[in-house]
């Protein structure tokens, strides 16, 4: 058995959104922005941020995974599905729900430099510090959160918990199950 405890709220998330949105409108000031989601887990995240931005974007996703099946990291990113938008010259702000380990996050700014865009920043709702193996920059943090299994807002335990209007820990059952 296993429970959901409320870590972030849905209001919480959302006035979250809203900073972050801000602070990226001030920082383009009506530049053209190719809005990148890191798929599955960012496309809440995504479809909520790109609605308060106010800015002339365009949206493409890329699918990696860090993680497979496992709650652990396998410490490797693999790239299952690249850009399709030519990013040459363009202003690129990946977009994911999650910075854990940053292996994602440094990968994908590697891959976006590679591709040769004029700039590349991350924007990740969530970072959670304590898992860091690599000293990446994350642009636009939205909340800081300690070393949990978190559900919902797009993130996900074995493909469920994504609907999810709010964050939530995934506990054990008082059986240890
Ligand atoms: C999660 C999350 C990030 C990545 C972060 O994706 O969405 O993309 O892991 O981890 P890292 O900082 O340790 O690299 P996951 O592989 O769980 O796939 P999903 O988004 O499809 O759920």
Known sequence: MTALKLIISESQIQEGVGRLAQQIRADYQDQPLLVVGVLHGSFV??????????L??????????SY???AQSS???????????SV??????????IVDTGLTAQFLR???????????????LLDKPAR?????TVD???FEVPDQFLVGYGLDYNQQYRELRALYSLEAGTDGS
């Open 45 to 54: 995240f995504l479809s909520d941020l790109i609605r308060r931005m106010d």
């Open 56 to 65: 002339p974007i365009q949206v493409d996703f890329v699918r990696v995974s």
């Open 110 to 124: 590697g891959y976006f430099e590679g591709r040769r865009a004029s700039t590349v920043r991350i924007c990740s």
């Open 132 to 136: 860091r193996r690599t000293a990446v």
């Open 75 to 85: 410490g490797k990113v693999r790239l299952h599905h690249g850009i399709r938008t």
């Open 140 to 142: 636009y943090t939205g």
């Open 68 to 70: 497979g099946e496992l």
């Open 88 to 97: 040459v010259g363009k202003n690129v702000l990946v977009v994911d729900d």
